[in-house]
Protein backbone atom coordinates (compact mmCIF):
# COMPACT_ATOMS: atom_id res chain seq x y z
CA UNK A 1 0.00 0.00 0.00
CA UNK A 2 1.58 3.51 -0.71
CA UNK A 3 -0.07 6.82 0.44
CA UNK A 4 0.22 9.82 -1.71
CA UNK A 5 -0.07 13.71 -0.36
CA UNK A 6 0.04 16.50 -3.12
CA UNK A 7 0.58 19.83 -1.41
CA UNK A 8 1.16 23.23 -3.31
CA UNK A 9 -2.07 24.20 -4.76
CA UNK A 10 -3.37 27.41 -4.66
CA UNK A 11 -5.17 30.63 -6.60
CA UNK A 12 -2.36 32.17 -9.29
CA UNK A 13 -2.65 34.90 -12.00
CA UNK A 14 -2.41 33.72 -15.14
CA UNK A 15 1.33 33.78 -15.91
CA UNK A 16 2.27 33.34 -12.25
CA UNK A 17 3.95 29.90 -11.44
CA UNK A 18 3.00 27.27 -8.73
CA UNK A 19 4.78 23.94 -7.42
CA UNK A 20 3.32 20.74 -6.63
CA UNK A 21 4.38 18.17 -4.19
CA UNK A 22 3.76 14.53 -3.39
CA UNK A 23 5.39 13.07 -0.96
CA UNK A 24 5.10 8.75 -0.88
CA UNK A 25 4.84 6.50 1.91
CA UNK A 26 4.06 2.92 2.59
CA UNK A 27 6.18 1.12 -0.02
CA UNK A 28 9.63 1.46 -1.51
CA UNK A 29 9.33 4.96 -3.99
CA UNK A 30 11.85 3.40 -6.74
CA UNK A 31 9.30 0.61 -7.61
CA UNK A 32 6.68 3.38 -8.91
CA UNK A 33 6.25 5.52 -12.08
CA UNK A 34 4.88 8.59 -11.13
CA UNK A 35 2.39 10.37 -12.73
CA UNK A 36 0.35 13.86 -12.60
CA UNK A 37 -3.55 14.29 -14.07
CA UNK A 38 -6.08 17.23 -13.59
CA UNK A 39 -10.06 16.86 -13.43
CA UNK A 40 -12.44 20.18 -14.03
CA UNK A 41 -15.85 19.76 -12.66
CA UNK A 42 -17.68 17.64 -15.04
CA UNK A 43 -15.41 16.43 -17.00
CA UNK A 44 -13.24 13.51 -17.05
CA UNK A 45 -9.61 12.99 -15.74
CA UNK A 46 -6.64 14.33 -18.23
CA UNK A 47 -3.43 13.61 -18.06
CA UNK A 48 -0.67 16.06 -17.69
CA UNK A 49 2.61 14.33 -16.65
CA UNK A 50 5.00 11.12 -15.79
CA UNK A 51 8.32 10.02 -14.96
CA UNK A 52 9.52 6.67 -15.07
CA UNK A 53 10.80 4.78 -11.16
CA UNK A 54 14.49 6.91 -12.19
CA UNK A 55 13.22 9.98 -13.76
CA UNK A 56 14.75 9.05 -16.75
CA UNK A 57 11.51 9.04 -19.08
CA UNK A 58 8.99 11.84 -19.19
CA UNK A 59 5.72 12.86 -20.64
CA UNK A 60 3.64 15.81 -21.28
CA UNK A 61 0.40 16.63 -22.54
CA UNK A 62 0.57 18.91 -25.29
CA UNK A 63 -1.69 21.00 -23.79
CA UNK A 64 1.35 21.59 -21.18
CA UNK A 65 4.08 21.03 -22.66
CA UNK A 66 6.79 23.87 -22.50
CA UNK A 67 5.34 25.17 -19.24
CA UNK A 68 5.60 22.23 -17.01
CA UNK A 69 8.50 20.38 -15.56
CA UNK A 70 7.82 17.06 -13.91
CA UNK A 71 10.76 15.65 -11.13
CA UNK A 72 11.27 13.36 -8.72
CA UNK A 73 13.52 13.20 -5.52
CA UNK A 74 13.92 9.39 -4.58
CA UNK A 75 15.93 9.94 -1.82
CA UNK A 76 13.23 12.24 -0.54
CA UNK A 77 10.22 9.93 -1.63
CA UNK A 78 8.91 12.99 -3.38
CA UNK A 79 7.50 14.05 -7.35
CA UNK A 80 6.88 17.41 -8.56
CA UNK A 81 4.91 19.53 -10.72
CA UNK A 82 6.48 22.97 -11.42
CA UNK A 83 4.03 24.76 -13.45
CA UNK A 84 4.69 27.96 -15.38
CA UNK A 85 2.81 30.41 -17.06
CA UNK A 86 0.33 29.06 -16.32
CA UNK A 87 -3.47 30.03 -17.92
CA UNK A 88 -6.96 29.70 -16.43
CA UNK A 89 -7.59 26.64 -18.56
CA UNK A 90 -4.92 25.07 -16.05
CA UNK A 91 -7.53 25.41 -13.49
CA UNK A 92 -8.40 21.81 -11.98
CA UNK A 93 -7.88 19.68 -9.00
CA UNK A 94 -4.48 17.92 -9.72
CA UNK A 95 -4.09 14.46 -8.51
CA UNK A 96 -0.67 12.83 -7.94
CA UNK A 97 -0.96 9.20 -8.83
CA UNK A 98 1.55 5.69 -8.56
CA UNK A 99 2.18 2.82 -11.09
CA UNK A 100 3.91 -0.07 -9.68
CA UNK A 101 6.72 -1.40 -12.06
CA UNK A 102 10.02 -0.05 -12.88
CA UNK A 103 9.44 0.35 -16.61
CA UNK A 104 11.39 2.38 -19.15
CA UNK A 105 8.03 4.10 -20.29
CA UNK A 106 5.49 5.66 -17.36
CA UNK A 107 2.08 5.02 -18.00
CA UNK A 108 -0.21 8.04 -19.37
CA UNK A 109 -3.29 6.14 -18.61
CA UNK A 110 -5.25 6.91 -15.29
CA UNK A 111 -6.46 3.58 -14.93
CA UNK A 112 -3.18 2.25 -15.27
CA UNK A 113 -1.49 3.44 -11.89
CA UNK A 114 -2.45 2.11 -8.72
CA UNK A 115 -2.87 4.23 -5.96
CA UNK A 116 -3.88 8.20 -6.29
CA UNK A 117 -3.82 11.20 -3.80
CA UNK A 118 -6.58 13.22 -2.44
CA UNK A 119 -5.85 16.11 -4.57
CA UNK A 120 -5.08 19.76 -4.45
CA UNK A 121 -6.81 22.69 -5.85
CA UNK A 122 -5.33 24.77 -8.48
CA UNK A 123 -6.92 28.12 -9.74
CA UNK A 124 -5.73 30.25 -12.09
CA UNK A 125 -7.63 33.85 -12.61
CA UNK A 126 -7.01 35.76 -15.87
Known amino acids: QVQLVESGGGLVQAGGSLRLSCTASGRTFTEYAMGWFRQEPGREREFVSA????????YYADSVKGRFTISRDNSKDTVWLQMDSLKPEDTAVYYCAADYGRRRDPPIKGDEYDYWGQGTQVTVSS
Open 51 to 58: LNWSGGTK
